[in-house]
């Protein structure tokens, strides 16, 4: 199986903090197909955790564009360029390229 | 927009059996593949399965594998998850999604005695 490893996997931020967080497969994520299917979500407390990025890039509908995703092959980045409040939660990274489908252990982002 | 409502989730005990139903809204649900992932407390995501388009290839985690079936019901939009021999380590709420991107809010299962 693919194994997504996050890193850090606490985050401490201040509010409007500029944070970046790592994903790196253990086998490059690029489809025969062309695409990269890999995905950012994030889980807020108490909440199921919700679409952010996907196809390493792209900005899901009503996502706050200080978020973006980036990286190909096998390592991949998720930038918030000014972190807010709502923010807060963990972050995982998930893979779709390779069956079983995998996630990252996650990174958690607190307010420091 | 995408929702899905889990549902059926309960207190369940060693060796039991218990069905959760997944309705799907604001796309075509026969069009994708979709997963069950559970979440143990405190702790990551666990792939347990998938289901393709039509329902016949289904794909399993091996821990799970010849406990829990995964099925659908294109005309109704409900993916479902029959889970048997149920044991301690099941204990987890679990999502349905759409291929890893979109998920329902959760269905808490227990087992205990």
């Known amino acids: 199986d693919v194994v997504l490893t996050q890193t850090p996997p606490t985050l401490s931020a201040t509010i409007g903090q500029s944070v970046s967080i790592s994903c790196r497969s253990s086998q490059s994520l690029l489809h025969s197909n062309g695409n990269t299917y890999l995905h950012w979500l994030l889980q807020r407390p108490g909440q199921s955790p919700q679409l952010l990025i996907y196809?390493?890039?792209r900005l899901e509908s009503g996502v706050p564009n200080r978020f973006s995703g980036s990286g190909s092959g096998t390592d991949f980045t998720l930038k918030i360029s000014g972190v807010e409040a709502e923010d807060l939660g963990v972050y995982y990274c998930v893979q779709g390229t390779h069956a079983p489908r995998t996630f990252g252990g996650g990174t958690k982002l607190e307010l420091k | 927009e995408v929702q899905l409502v889990e549902s059926g989730g309960s207190l369940v005990q060693p060796g039991g059996s218990l069905k959760l139903s997944c309705v799907a809204s604001?796309?075509?649900?026969?069009?994708?593949?979709m997963d069950w992932v559970r979440q143990t407390p405190g702790k990551s995501l666990e792939w347990i399965g998938e289901?393709?388009?039509?329902?016949?290839?289904?794909n399993y985690a091996p821990s799970i594998k010849d406990r829990f079936t995964i099925s659908r019901d294109n005309a109704k939009s409900t993916l479902y998850l029959q889970m048997s021999n149920v044991k301690s380590d099941d204990t987890a709420i679990y999502y349905c999604?759409?291929?890893?991107?979109?998920w329902g809010q959760g269905t808490l299962v227990t087992v205990s005695s």
């Open positions: 999604t759409r291929e890893g991107a979109y």
């Open positions: 196809l390493v890039s």
């Open positions: 289901i393709n388009t039509d329902g016949s290839k289904t």
């Open positions: 604001g796309f075509t649900f026969s069009n994708y593949w």
